[in-house]
C-alpha cells in the first residue's frame, strides 16, 4: 500500500512525497515563539525603523507573522536565495533575486525560517556587510545548534531544535509542505 499524499493539518502523521512526518510543534508553539521574537525586536529598535530582508521562500510565513506582531515602524523587503536539494543543504549558495534597496546606514534584521548548517547566512552576510549597514542582526524562528558549521550569531531566536528534518510553516521537502500550520519533523 502506498502512503498517500496527505498534507492535511490536525493529523500527527503527514506524508509528502510518500516520506513520513510526524507532528513536532503545534501552531500555539510557533505563534509563541513568533511572540516572543517581535518583543525583543520591539523593544530593540524602539524609535527606530528597521529593514526587515527575509529569506525566500521559507521565511515568507515566518515574516508575516513576526511583522503583524511589530509595533514599531519597519520596512520590508525580499531576497531569494538557495541552499537545499531534498532533505540537505548542499552547501552551495545561490542567490537567485537581489536586493534593491540602498541599506547603507540603515539598521537590517535578517529574518531567517531556519539557521541549521549556517553556510546560506555565512555566504549571505559579508554581502550585506559590505553595504554598510548601520548594524546587521539575525532573526530565526529555528535554529540548529548541532548543526552549525558557521561561526554565527543569531541575535533572535525562536526555538531552538534538534538536527531534524523538519517542514511546515513555511519550510519544504521538495516543494511541499510550506503551506502547513504545523511543524512535522521527518520518522
Do not use: W
Not at 32 to 43: K, L, S, T
Not at 83 to 100: D, E, F, P, R
Not at 119 to 129: D, G, I, M, S
Amino acid at each position: 500500500m502506498t502512503a498517500p499524499e496527505n498534507t492535511n493539518t490536525g493529523t500527527n502523521i503527514i506524508y509528502l512525497h510518500g516520506k513520513p512526518f510526524r507532528l513536532y510543534k503545534r501552531e500555539h508553539e510557533i505563534q509563541e515563539a513568533v511572540a516572543r521574537v517581535a518583543a525583543q525586536i520591539n523593544a530593540d529598535y524602539a524609535g527606530a525603523r528597521p529593514l526587515l530582508l527575509p529569506l525566500l521562500n521559507g521565511a515568507f510565513v515566518f515574516a508575516a507573522d513576526l511583522i503583524r506582531c511589530l509595533t514599531i515602524d519597519c520596512e520590508l523587503s525580499f531576497v531569494k536565495v538557495a541552499s537545499y536539494t531534498g532533505t540537505q543543504s548542499s552547501g552551495q549558495l545561490h542567490t537567485l533575486v537581489g536586493l534593491a534597496e540602498n541599506i547603507s546606514g540603515r539598521h537590517v534584521i535578517i529574518v531567517e525560517d531556519i539557521v541549521d548548517t549556517g553556510h546560506t547566512l555565512a555566504r549571505l552576510l559579508p554581502e550585506l556587510q559590505a553595504k554598510n549597514p548601520a548594524s546587521l542582526k539575525i532573526a530565526s524562528l529555528l535554529v540548529k545548534p548541532e548543526a552549525l558549521n558557521n561561526r554565527l550569531e543569531v541575535h533572535y531566536t525562536g526555538m531552538e531544535i534538534p538536527n531534524d528534518f523538519i517542514v511546515g510553516y513555511g519550510l519544504d521537502y521538495d516543494g511541499l509542505g510550506r503551506n502547513l500550520c504545523e511543524i512535522y519533523q521527518a520518522i
